[in-house]
Protein backbone atom coordinates (compact mmCIF):
# COMPACT_ATOMS: atom_id res chain seq x y z
CA UNK A 1 0.00 0.00 0.00
CA UNK A 2 1.48 3.84 -1.22
CA UNK A 3 0.85 6.06 1.98
CA UNK A 4 -0.53 9.02 -0.19
CA UNK A 5 1.72 12.12 0.40
CA UNK A 6 -0.11 15.51 0.56
CA UNK A 7 3.20 18.55 0.30
CA UNK A 8 2.47 22.16 -0.07
CA UNK A 9 5.10 24.02 -2.00
CA UNK A 10 5.29 27.89 -0.76
CA UNK A 11 7.43 28.59 -3.69
CA UNK A 12 9.01 32.36 -2.82
CA UNK A 13 5.96 33.40 -0.69
CA UNK A 14 6.35 34.37 3.29
CA UNK A 15 8.80 36.05 5.43
CA UNK A 16 9.77 33.90 8.11
CA UNK A 17 7.21 35.11 11.02
CA UNK A 18 4.67 34.74 8.22
CA UNK A 19 5.52 30.80 7.01
CA UNK A 20 6.24 30.38 11.01
CA UNK A 21 2.89 31.64 12.18
CA UNK A 22 1.03 29.32 8.79
CA UNK A 23 3.44 26.32 10.00
CA UNK A 24 1.81 26.91 14.02
CA UNK A 25 -1.60 27.43 12.77
CA UNK A 26 -1.60 24.39 10.53
CA UNK A 27 0.42 22.31 13.21
CA UNK A 28 -3.42 21.52 15.18
CA UNK A 29 -5.20 21.62 12.24
CA UNK A 30 -4.05 18.61 10.63
CA UNK A 31 -2.88 16.64 13.68
CA UNK A 32 -5.07 13.85 13.00
CA UNK A 33 -4.02 12.96 9.43
CA UNK A 34 -2.90 9.48 10.00
CA UNK A 35 -4.05 8.31 6.06
CA UNK A 36 -1.11 10.85 4.84
CA UNK A 37 2.41 11.90 5.60
CA UNK A 38 2.10 15.74 5.42
CA UNK A 39 5.27 18.10 3.49
CA UNK A 40 5.36 21.57 3.52
CA UNK A 41 7.99 23.23 2.18
CA UNK A 42 8.58 26.98 2.61
CA UNK A 43 11.32 29.17 1.43
CA UNK A 44 15.09 28.58 2.36
CA UNK A 45 15.20 31.38 4.79
CA UNK A 46 12.52 29.92 6.84
CA UNK A 47 13.48 26.22 6.59
CA UNK A 48 15.07 26.19 10.51
CA UNK A 49 12.83 27.64 12.28
CA UNK A 50 9.71 26.10 10.85
CA UNK A 51 11.53 22.80 11.41
CA UNK A 52 12.29 23.62 14.65
CA UNK A 53 8.18 24.75 15.29
CA UNK A 54 7.23 21.35 13.75
CA UNK A 55 9.32 18.43 15.38
CA UNK A 56 7.59 16.11 17.11
CA UNK A 57 4.55 16.67 14.69
CA UNK A 58 3.57 14.81 11.69
CA UNK A 59 4.50 17.33 9.63
CA UNK A 60 7.77 17.16 7.58
CA UNK A 61 9.48 19.68 5.97
CA UNK A 62 11.04 20.00 2.52
CA UNK A 63 13.14 22.56 0.88
CA UNK A 64 12.15 23.56 -2.64
CA UNK A 65 15.77 23.57 -4.75
CA UNK A 66 19.37 22.32 -3.44
CA UNK A 67 22.41 22.56 -5.08
CA UNK A 68 24.10 19.73 -7.83
CA UNK A 69 26.95 19.76 -5.45
CA UNK A 70 27.11 17.36 -2.63
CA UNK A 71 30.68 18.74 -1.58
CA UNK A 72 31.23 21.80 0.53
CA UNK A 73 33.15 24.41 -1.58
CA UNK A 74 33.13 27.37 -3.69
CA UNK A 75 29.51 27.41 -4.84
CA UNK A 76 28.39 30.93 -4.20
CA UNK A 77 24.87 31.04 -3.54
CA UNK A 78 24.53 27.36 -3.77
CA UNK A 79 23.01 25.55 -0.79
CA UNK A 80 24.23 21.73 -0.25
CA UNK A 81 21.55 19.04 0.55
CA UNK A 82 23.11 17.87 3.50
CA UNK A 83 22.90 21.40 5.13
CA UNK A 84 19.03 20.86 4.38
CA UNK A 85 19.12 17.98 6.27
CA UNK A 86 21.50 19.89 9.01
CA UNK A 87 18.46 22.50 9.07
CA UNK A 88 15.49 20.00 9.59
CA UNK A 89 14.59 18.85 5.95
CA UNK A 90 13.49 15.49 5.19
CA UNK A 91 12.92 16.14 1.53
CA UNK A 92 13.65 18.69 -1.18
CA UNK A 93 11.46 19.09 -4.51
CA UNK A 94 13.58 18.72 -7.46
CA UNK A 95 12.98 19.75 -10.82
CA UNK A 96 9.75 22.05 -10.68
CA UNK A 97 8.71 23.17 -14.00
CA UNK A 98 9.46 27.12 -12.71
CA UNK A 99 13.06 26.05 -12.02
CA UNK A 100 12.99 24.10 -15.35
CA UNK A 101 11.59 27.53 -16.80
CA UNK A 102 12.88 30.45 -15.46
CA UNK A 103 16.31 29.04 -13.93
CA UNK A 104 17.06 26.73 -17.00
CA UNK A 105 17.51 23.02 -15.52
CA UNK A 106 17.50 20.34 -17.63
CA UNK A 107 16.98 16.71 -16.84
CA UNK A 108 20.88 16.55 -16.26
CA UNK A 109 20.77 19.20 -13.89
CA UNK A 110 18.03 17.30 -11.96
CA UNK A 111 19.90 13.95 -11.72
CA UNK A 112 22.47 15.43 -10.07
CA UNK A 113 20.06 17.52 -7.63
CA UNK A 114 18.54 14.07 -7.03
CA UNK A 115 21.59 11.95 -6.55
CA UNK A 116 22.46 14.86 -3.97
CA UNK A 117 19.90 14.45 -2.34
CA UNK A 118 19.32 10.86 -2.08
CA UNK A 119 23.41 10.03 -0.69
CA UNK A 120 21.95 12.59 1.92
CA UNK A 121 19.61 10.51 2.84
CA UNK A 122 16.65 12.82 2.44
CA UNK A 123 13.70 12.31 -0.26
CA UNK A 124 13.74 13.92 -3.47
CA UNK A 125 10.42 15.32 -4.83
CA UNK A 126 11.13 14.82 -8.48
CA UNK A 127 8.46 16.72 -10.71
CA UNK A 128 7.77 16.33 -14.05
CA UNK A 129 5.56 17.74 -16.90
CA UNK A 130 4.51 18.16 -20.46
CA UNK A 131 3.58 22.16 -21.39
CA UNK A 132 0.57 23.25 -23.34
CA UNK A 133 1.94 23.04 -26.54
CA UNK A 134 3.26 19.53 -26.26
CA UNK A 135 -0.10 18.38 -25.06
CA UNK A 136 -1.78 20.04 -28.02
CA UNK A 137 0.85 18.61 -30.51
CA UNK A 138 0.01 15.29 -28.76
CA UNK A 139 3.41 14.61 -27.16
CA UNK A 140 3.01 14.87 -23.36
CA UNK A 141 3.60 11.31 -22.80
CA UNK A 142 6.53 11.30 -24.76
CA UNK A 143 8.40 14.62 -22.91
CA UNK A 144 7.44 13.08 -19.02
CA UNK A 145 8.65 10.04 -20.32
CA UNK A 146 12.18 11.92 -21.71
CA UNK A 147 12.18 14.12 -17.96
CA UNK A 148 11.94 10.74 -15.64
CA UNK A 149 14.21 9.00 -17.55
CA UNK A 150 16.59 11.55 -17.63
CA UNK A 151 15.90 12.41 -14.03
CA UNK A 152 15.98 9.49 -12.61
CA UNK A 153 19.50 8.39 -14.86
CA UNK A 154 21.60 6.03 -12.65
CA UNK A 155 19.24 5.62 -9.79
CA UNK A 156 19.45 2.21 -8.30
CA UNK A 157 16.28 0.05 -6.62
CA UNK A 158 17.08 1.04 -3.18
CA UNK A 159 17.64 4.84 -4.33
CA UNK A 160 14.27 4.54 -5.60
CA UNK A 161 13.12 4.18 -2.26
CA UNK A 162 13.50 7.75 -1.75
CA UNK A 163 11.71 9.30 -4.69
CA UNK A 164 8.36 10.67 -4.98
CA UNK A 165 6.79 11.37 -8.29
CA UNK A 166 5.06 14.34 -9.06
CA UNK A 167 2.93 15.19 -12.06
CA UNK A 168 2.56 18.36 -12.02
CA UNK A 169 1.07 19.29 -16.13
CA UNK A 170 2.76 23.03 -16.68
CA UNK A 171 -0.67 24.66 -18.32
CA UNK A 172 -2.85 23.29 -14.58
CA UNK A 173 0.35 25.22 -12.26
CA UNK A 174 -1.08 28.68 -10.75
CA UNK A 175 -3.83 28.53 -12.96
CA UNK A 176 -6.40 27.06 -11.64
CA UNK A 177 -6.80 24.82 -14.68
CA UNK A 178 -6.71 21.24 -12.95
CA UNK A 179 -5.99 18.20 -14.81
CA UNK A 180 -9.68 16.39 -14.71
CA UNK A 181 -9.34 13.34 -13.04
CA UNK A 182 -8.79 10.81 -15.81
CA UNK A 183 -6.06 13.39 -17.39
CA UNK A 184 -4.14 12.81 -14.10
CA UNK A 185 -4.47 8.89 -13.88
CA UNK A 186 -3.77 8.08 -17.27
CA UNK A 187 -0.33 10.36 -16.99
CA UNK A 188 0.37 9.02 -13.40
CA UNK A 189 -0.22 4.82 -15.57
CA UNK A 190 2.31 6.07 -17.90
CA UNK A 191 4.56 7.31 -15.20
CA UNK A 192 4.26 4.07 -13.27
CA UNK A 193 4.40 1.95 -16.45
CA UNK A 194 7.91 3.62 -17.70
CA UNK A 195 9.16 3.19 -13.87
CA UNK A 196 8.36 -0.63 -14.26
CA UNK A 197 10.57 -0.46 -17.15
CA UNK A 198 13.73 1.54 -16.01
CA UNK A 199 13.27 -0.11 -12.58
CA UNK A 200 10.93 -3.06 -11.71
CA UNK A 201 7.55 -3.63 -11.25
CA UNK A 202 7.90 -3.85 -7.32
CA UNK A 203 9.51 -0.21 -7.72
CA UNK A 204 6.91 0.65 -9.69
CA UNK A 205 3.92 -0.91 -7.14
CA UNK A 206 6.33 1.49 -4.48
CA UNK A 207 6.86 4.77 -5.29
CA UNK A 208 4.18 7.43 -4.70
CA UNK A 209 3.14 9.76 -7.93
CA UNK A 210 1.59 12.67 -6.62
CA UNK A 211 -0.48 15.24 -8.85
CA UNK A 212 0.13 18.84 -8.92
CA UNK A 213 -1.59 21.75 -10.51
CA UNK A 214 -4.23 23.89 -9.03
CA UNK A 215 -5.15 21.09 -6.76
CA UNK A 216 -7.60 22.48 -4.49
CA UNK A 217 -10.09 21.60 -1.54
CA UNK A 218 -13.10 21.25 -3.60
CA UNK A 219 -10.91 19.06 -6.45
CA UNK A 220 -8.78 16.59 -4.22
CA UNK A 221 -11.17 13.69 -3.41
CA UNK A 222 -12.22 13.34 -6.89
CA UNK A 223 -8.16 13.39 -8.38
CA UNK A 224 -7.32 10.91 -4.85
CA UNK A 225 -10.16 8.28 -6.01
CA UNK A 226 -7.73 7.86 -9.15
CA UNK A 227 -6.01 4.45 -8.77
CA UNK A 228 -2.59 5.60 -9.13
CA UNK A 229 -2.87 9.32 -7.75
CA UNK A 230 -1.18 9.23 -4.66
CA UNK A 231 -1.33 12.34 -3.40
CA UNK A 232 -0.79 16.26 -4.30
CA UNK A 233 1.71 18.65 -5.02
CA UNK A 234 0.15 22.37 -3.85
CA UNK A 235 0.79 25.24 -4.39
CA UNK A 236 -1.67 28.05 -4.18
CA UNK A 237 -4.08 26.47 -2.10
CA UNK A 238 -1.32 25.39 0.03
CA UNK A 239 -0.37 29.35 1.25
CA UNK A 240 -3.77 29.18 3.59
CA UNK A 241 -3.08 27.06 6.48
CA UNK A 242 -7.47 26.11 6.64
CA UNK A 243 -7.48 25.61 2.70
CA UNK A 244 -4.18 23.29 2.65
CA UNK A 245 -5.57 21.79 6.11
CA UNK A 246 -8.89 21.04 4.00
CA UNK A 247 -6.72 19.38 1.04
CA UNK A 248 -4.63 17.24 3.67
CA UNK A 249 -8.08 15.80 5.35
CA UNK A 250 -9.43 15.56 2.17
CA UNK A 251 -10.53 11.79 3.70
CA UNK A 252 -11.87 12.82 6.96
C1 LIG B 1 3.11 24.00 -7.71
O1 LIG B 1 3.68 25.05 -7.58
O2 LIG B 1 3.76 22.95 -7.60
C2 LIG B 1 1.68 24.00 -8.00
C3 LIG B 1 1.11 22.87 -8.31
O3 LIG B 1 1.03 25.20 -7.92
P1 LIG B 1 -0.58 25.46 -7.92
O4 LIG B 1 -1.17 24.46 -6.96
O5 LIG B 1 -0.74 26.85 -7.47
O6 LIG B 1 -1.05 25.21 -9.30
Not at 192 to 209: I, P, Q, Y
Amino acid sequence: MRKPVIAGNWKMYKLLGEAVDTALTLKPLVANANHCEVVIAPVFTALKSVADRVEGSNIRVSAQNCSTEAKHGAQTGEVAADMLRDVGCSHVIVGHSERRQFYGETDATVNLKTKAVIQTGLTAIVCVGEKLSERESGNAESVVKTQLKGSLDGLTVADMERIIIAYEPVWAIGTGKTATPEQAQEMHGVIRRSLAESHGRDVAEATRVLYGGSVKPDNIRSLMDQPDVDGALVGGASLDAESFAQIVNYKV
